[in-house]
Nanobody, 118 residues
Framework: QVQLVESGGGLVQPGGSLGLSCAAS????????MRWYRQAPGKERELVAT????????NYADSVKGRFTISRDNAKNTVYLQMNSLKPEDTAVYLC???????????WGQGTQVTVSS
């Protein structure tokens, strides 16, 4: 059974930091591109960060570039998102996604809430 379980969300003040984790199981994690998305109330889902299967390449939305870092540990089947210098506009549910084009596989986690507020 495929599972993606996010953790690490919470309430943080503007300028603070949070680290998110997404633990994967039920599929060959090391062959999947991993992405973090976010969705704020009343807004469309937004792609935040992408990391290739071996972790060699990353990409970020302009809105988080220089503040967020995506990484992965294929030995632990886990992808991470380190978020620094958080802003109120970063408030959203953050979702983990696993995708493999070759098999057209696409999996989602349930999400973790991040709230940036004073």
């Amino acid at each position: 059974q495929v599972q993606l379980v996010e953790s690490g969300g919470g309430l943080v003040q503007p300028g603070g930091s949070l680290g998110l984790s997404c633990a994967a199981s039920g599929f060959t994690f090391s062959t999947y591109v991993m992405r973090w998305y976010r969705q704020a109330p009343g807004k469309e889902r937004e792609l935040v960060a992408t990391i290739t299967s071996a972790g060699g390449l990353t990409n970020y939305a302009d809105s988080v570039k220089g503040r967020f870092t995506i990484s992965r540990d294929n030995a632990k089947n886990t992808v991470y998102l380190q978020m620094n210098s958080l802003k109120p506009e970063d408030t959203a549910v953050y979702l983990c996604n696993a995708a493999r084009a070759l098999t057209r596989s696409n999996y989602w986690g349930q999400g973790t809430q991040v709230t940036v507020s004073s």
